[in-house]
């Protein structure tokens, strides 16, 4: 062929692949690649990179290809199935030149169109990357020293590199193939887009060469994703989106499989364009897209009729008899993850079908339950989004198609259902709406809906969701920036003292409307998965107890039980003593019936609180006072025993008759005292509620004013933030709250990453704000943990 008898042409071909050049411009390879299933005498292997000319640094780097590493190697075939192993050989066969280059270890997806395999790059570090995946160069308080940072550097020579091998199937057309090389070629230079780095062909096998992503398997943390960490991982998803869309590029594949996301550092690629399609369109073709669509519908011989019955004899649904000829539409995609734009088999088929298929990975998150949608064929998934949106909006959303909607499914009702109701019933089991939302759920749900919308004119672009506040306030950092702290903590104040009387009207529905622990009757703030063997609930009255929170609604059961109970007492180590306060800390695997009751009772005045049985990975620190020669529990906090983000709380109560007393502020102290034994720095989990971001606030401010205090002379000194959070165990951004309400930063020294405390004004704000500069938690009360 030309490719291969030009070897000039094949170096510099070499060259401007691996340096993430363009390849394509020569159009001698689309050629080639286009006739390649027709050329079958040719047993020639075609490759766009020069192979050949890597020969001699092969040669060189095989001597370092030491027994030791071999043996490595077939331990990890050996870990492989059989198939793989034989799909590999089959690799290395067919393409002659790949074992010099690459070492192919195990198959890590598969797919319709092709297979992916995760290989070694021999040859790394002979070239230019630029297309290689770093975290960015952020200001970080706990960023290695320059000269750790030389050694890892160096260390990272030596580092094994990865690459991902995407071998396509020879049922793809050619047109295909070319199709996803060119739009990976258009689309590079985005950092949320996974960049080509070459690509070979051997007759009608297809290779592709790309970076390897590490990332985590969406089942694994779909459930458990916090809602802050589900506004990151939209704002990488539309960040790439909204690249791709300014090309003029539909995806027409978006699923969590095709979003390789990194939980712990909050960034993921785009990936698999196999369906990619250049965005081409008649606006007149469709309703949905004619801006005159009144005229437009009058015309009533353009409706086809399109209509879902569902019979009681034969099959449950079938299209009625039509003699026309039916549409013909570009149906590509994932079951579950397609729009109703494409299930009515519309001719103007927009980038807005990708927004649809983000929608419905955000209500997989928000309702923890994954594949949502889990339909066979198009009749049964129109089916599935008329249970959540009726009747009524589905024949408009087919009206917009040119179809008729007709079904005498009895089940599926006239009106939609409310997302809320919805989340709150697959979450909670409850479809009471009248609970209260945090904002962060309000902008959850809004932009939920504005994703899902029937009407794809209607429906969020990619640049529009990411003006929403959903996303444009990335999390709670940023929005804080723009806010000045002190008349920050007055409105949340306010809001505070509204929110206390808005509890006490909370409605009747409530399965349970007060409980009696102790001596005290307690009007509850929230539902509570409580079973139903608990009792009869009709009264809204359940007793608990107050050592170790069983619960009944016969008041002298329980009134029997307390009498005998002691398992506080036997239960857990105690952590802090002094003479009237103790804190025990009881494991949820050893101690759970006991970790679930408080669980359970703590969800009744704790609106985001979602773990109430699944305790085996929690640590709770439960804190009692001795009253009247009787020990009372008055709160607690819990945190995870592995917290991916290293969180030292995840939930915090003090129960109502105990609130403002102090406690709360002892609690969050032991949290960071244990983060110091751990010799980490701690935060609480987020978001925090608008009394938890006050008590946090001052807690922070507390112990930032005692530590300058006490390392401060009568003149001024330099403090670094690292030298802070060493001492206190706070995080920087954390830190950074408390010294913006001290109004410290102004003194800072970007130069030398430095800021100036003056010990006058220290000693004039504490005077000023009456701060207790006594230690929370004194040093000689807090005994040994783990």
Same mark, same amino acid.
Request: charged share 30%; proline share 3%; aromatic share 12%.
């Given at each position: ?109 598969? #797919? ?76 590079? $230079? ?16 297809? %290779? ?6 590490? =990332? ?20 990488? &998803? ?9 090309? $003029?590029?539909? =995806? ?15 960034? #993921? ?34 409706? &086809? ?8 004899? $034969? ?23 397609? !729009? ?76 939609? %259902? ?49 003006? =929403?506040?959903?996303?444009?306030? %990335?999390?709670?950092?940023?929005? !804080?920036?723009? *806010? ?6 007055? *409105? &949340? ?24 622990? #102790? ?41 029997? =039980? ?43 005045? &704790? ?54 007393? #102090? ?5 969050? !102290? ?6 110091? !034994? ?78 100036? *405390? ?7 704000? *504490? ?9 929370? %938690? ?9």
């Amino acid at each position: 062929m030309e490719i291969k008898n030009d070897q000039k042409r094949k170096r510099n071909l070499t060259k401007e692949v691996k340096s993430g050049s363009s390849i394509y411009e020569n159009s001698s390879f689309i050629e080639d690649l286009s006739n390649s299933k027709k050329e079958d005498n040719d047993d020639d292997v075609t490759e766009i990179q020069s192979l050949e000319d890597c020969t001699s640094d092969y040669e060189s780097s095989k001597s370092s290809y030491n027994s030791k590493e071999e043996d490595n190697c077939c331990e990890e075939l050996e870990r492989i199935s059989e198939n793989v192993r034989y799909e590999i050989k089959n690799l290395y066969e067919t393409f002659h030149h790949l074992r010099k280059h690459y070492r192919l270890i195990n198959k890590i997806g598969e #797919g319709t169109f092709s297979s992916v395999y995760i290989a070694e790059d021999y040859n790394y570090d002979k070239y230019i990357n630029e297309w290689q995946y770093k975290e960015q160069e952020t200001f970080s308080w706990n960023t290695p020293l320059l000269k750790r940072r030389k050694m890892l550097s160096k260390y990272d020579n030596y580092k094994k590199k990865y690459v991902a091998l995407k071998k396509i199937y020879v049922t793809s057309s050619p047109e295909r193939i070319i199709n996803e090389l060119k739009i990976l070629k258009d689309l590079k $230079g985005n950092d949320s887009i996974v960049p080509i780095i070459t690509a070979m062909r051997s007759r009608d096998q297809i %290779i592709i060469v790309l970076p390897y992503f590490k =990332h985590i398997d969406f089942r694994d943390y779909y459930r458990t994703l916090s809602l802050e960490d589900i506004r990151f991982y939209f704002k990488k &998803l539309f960040q790439a989106l909204y690249h791709v869309h300014k090309n $003029g590029i539909i =995806h027409r594949d978006i699923k969590p499989s095709n979003f390789l996301y990194d939980v712990k550092r909050r960034t #993921g690629v785009l990936v698999d364009f196999g369906l990619a399609e250049r965005e081409n369109y008649d606006e007149t073709s469709c309703l949905c897209s004619n801006k005159n669509k009144s005229e437009l519908f009058r015309n009533k011989k353009m409706l &086809l009729s399109t209509t879902i019955l569902n019979e009681f004899e $034969g099959q449950p649904g079938y299209l009625k008899n039509d003699p026309r000829p039916r549409k013909r539409a570009n149906r590509a995609g994932t079951r579950g993850f397609r !729009a109703p734009e494409v299930l009515f088999k519309c001719m103007a088929q927009s980038t807005k079908i990708d927004i649809w298929a983000a929608g419905v990975i955000l209500l997989s998150f928000l309702t923890q339950r994954f594949p949502f949608f889990n339909s066979s064929d198009d009749v049964d998934a129109l089916i599935e989004i008329t249970c959540i949106f009726g009747k009524n909006e589905m024949r408009k959303c087919a009206e917009l198609h040119n179809c008729l909607f007709d079904t005498n499914i009895s089940t599926l009702n006239e009106k939609k %259902i409310t997302f809320q109701k919805l989340i709150r019933w697959s979450t909670n089991f409850s479809t009471n709406c009248n609970i209260p939302l945090t904002w962060q759920e309000e902008l959850a749900i809004d932009f939920l809906e504005q994703c899902l919308q029937l009407n794809p004119s209607e429906r969020f672009s990619a640049e529009k969701a990411l003006q =929403h506040d959903f996303l444009k306030f %990335i999390d709670e950092d940023e929005f !804080a920036e723009e *806010v000045d702290f002190n008349q920050r903590s007055i *409105v &949340l104040k306010k809001k505070l003292q509204i929110q206390s009387c808005t509890l006490i009207l909370q409605n009747s529905e409530n399965n349970i409307d007060y409980v009696i622990l #102790g001596e005290y009757q307690i009007k509850t703030w929230f539902n509570s998965p409580y079973p139903s063997s608990s009792g009869d609930l009709k009264s809204h009255l359940l007793y608990v107890c107050n050592k170790c929170f069983k619960y009944s609604t016969n008041e002298f059961l329980i009134a029997n =039980h307390e009498v005998v109970c002691f398992s506080l007492k036997s239960q857990g180590k105690v952590i802090f003593k002094n003479a009237s306060l103790k804190i025990k800390e009881l494991d949820g695997k050893q101690h759970k019936l006991t970790c679930q009751c408080l669980s359970l009772f703590a969800k009744l005045f &704790l609106e985001n609180k979602s773990i109430c049985f699944d305790v085996e990975n929690f640590l709770f620190y439960v804190l009692t006072r001795t009253n009247k020669n009787m020990e009372e529990t008055v709160g607690f906090f819990s945190k995870e025993k592995l917290s991916w983000d290293e969180y030292n709380l995840a939930c915090i109560l003090i129960f109502p008759p105990y609130q403002k007393h #102090g406690y709360g502020k002892i609690l969050i !102290a032991l949290s960071y005292e244990l983060s110091k !034994a751990e010799k980490k720095w701690g935060s609480p989990e987020k978001p925090l509620s608008n009394l938890g971001f006050i008590s946090y606030l001052s807690y922070w401010t507390h112990s930032v004013v005692t530590f300058l205090l006490r390392n401060t002379t009568d003149k001024s000194r330099n403090f670094s933030i690292r030298e802070i959070c060493e001492k206190t165990a706070i995080r920087p951004k954390d830190l950074i709250y408390a010294l913006k309400t001290l109004n410290i930063l102004e003194n800072w020294n970007s130069s030398q990453n430095k800021f100036i *405390v003056s010990y006058e004004s220290l000693k004039s704000f *504490v005077e000023k704000n009456n701060i207790d500069l006594k230690p929370i %938690i004194p040093d000689t009360a807090i005994l040994h943990s783990q």
